[in-house]
């Protein structure tokens, strides 16, 4: 099964939002509670964060709460019709961000309802979730 809304690039970077935060909790919850290996270095996740300074945290920061407006922006012009995602706008102008922005989010739209398709020829469930306040009001978050 796939949570198509929840496959979203976030930035021209294609920093990648995988779930809404009810999701994402329920995707620690279940790996949790699964009993699944887990390996990861955390000393060296751990010496990562603690070499970032203050100043690039800020930028950091800053940055993804720009994607997040811009994934807000975005997806509020979206809507679920015949099982594929669809967006209205035309033009990046249309909700203010660069064209970089528009055209990443553009793609990954248009790659998201590839996977979907893809899918459903291989006979997988697929779960396409609307676009609805609950979700854009979570990327304000």
């Known amino acids: 099964m796939i949570m198509a809304a929840c496959l979203l690039t976030a930035s021209c970077n294609n ?5 809404s935060p009810a999701d994402e909790t329920s995707n ?9 290996f ?3 270095n955390i000393k060296k996740f751990s010496d990562e964060l603690s070499t970032v300074n203050t100043k690039v945290l800020s930028a950091l920061k800053n ?3 720009k994607a997040f407006a811009a994934l807000y922006r975005f997806y509020g ?3 679920l019709i015949d099982s594929c995602y669809v967006c209205s706008l035309k033009s990046a102008a249309e909700i203010n961000v660069s064209q ?3 055209e990443t989010l553009k ?3 248009d790659d998201m309802n590839e996977q979907i398709e ?4 291989a006979r997988e469930k697929v779960s396409l979730p609307d676009i609805d306040n609950d979700y854009l009001k979570s990327l304000l978050r």
Not at 15 to 19: D, E, L, R, S, Y
Not at 28 to 36: C, T
Not at 118 to 121: A, D, E
């Open 15 to 19: 920093i990648q939002k995988t779930a």
């Open 28 to 36: 620690v919850q279940k790996i949790a509670e699964s009993g699944e």
């Open 38 to 40: 887990i390996d990861i």
């Open 63 to 65: 940055d993804k709460d």
């Open 77 to 79: 012009h979206v809507q």
């Open 100 to 102: 970089t922005v528009f």
């Open 107 to 109: 793609n990954n739209l």
């Open 118 to 121: 893809s899918l459903r020829k």
